[in-house]
């Protein structure tokens, strides 16, 4: 019950952190966001590609890993095309998502439209400067994320053991319940408002984010 309460509570904390304050936050840890956007992007790709359980194979955390540290390393050295990668890996999430909504099954159709539409999100990124308002929404969308978990764990929806074996164990529950996915929207929604607004002015220079980190 106690690892519940906090990890509750933590997901909360941290949901609410990024929600508003997300674009302030994320250059400083964007190595780290860095390294588990490539780790997912990875270990997803071979499960689409062979057919297998999410990290159920040495393959999958291997490459997992491999993905992860060279977009860790790619997003200290390069500032700019480090949140363009973060952005593509959410684009290949959305994009092999909407495909398996649609019914396609073939793990690597569904590969090919994520890494289309990956390109296409770090394209748009470069191309139009796009970088800011990239941060605000993936961080705003990544709060909404730990707001509702944190929300779904209090109330028992999703478990602890559940999200150890799981790539996203809040989408059964979005999908299942219009409620959960309205409020995930009103959520992420609120998190972008509030962020644009506060972040009209402000805007983080590179200097400031190497000299963060040393």
Not at 22 to 49: C, D, E, K, N, S
Not at 102 to 126: P, Y
Request: proline share 1%; glycine share 14%; aromatic share 18%.
């Amino acid at each position: 019950m106690f690892q519940i309460l906090f990890g509750a509570l933590f997901a909360l904390f941290v949901g609410v952190a990024f929600a508003l304050w997300g674009y302030r936050i994320f250059l400083v840890l964007l190595p780290i966001w860095g390294f588990f956007a490539g780790f997912w992007l990875g270990a997803h790709g071979i499960t689409l590609l062979f057919g297998e359980g999410f990290l159920a194979t040495t393959t999958g955390w291997m490459v997992g890993l491999v993905v992860g540290f060279f977009l860790a390393i790619f997003s200290y050295l390069f500032y700019g095309l480090g949140v363009a990668f973060v952005a593509g890996s959410i684009g290949y999430a959305i994009g092999s998502g909407m495909m398996a909504a649609m019914g396609l099954t073939a793990g690597w159709l569904l590969f090919i439209v994520g890494a289309s539409v990956a390109v296409m999100v770090i394209l748009l990124t470069l191309l139009f400067n796009l970088q800011k308002y990239v941060i605000i929404t993936l961080t705003a969308i990544g709060g909404a994320n730990a707001i509702l978990l944190g929300v779904l764990l209090l109330f028992n929806r999703v478990t602890l053991t559940g999200l150890s074996g799981a790539g996203n164990a809040i989408q059964p529950v979005l999908a299942d319940s219009w409620f959960w996915s309205i409020a995930w929207v009103v959520i992420a929604a609120l998190g972008i408002f509030y962020q644009v607004r506060s972040n009209r002015v402000y805007r983080w220079q590179k200097e400031y984010y190497v000299e963060s980190w040393g």
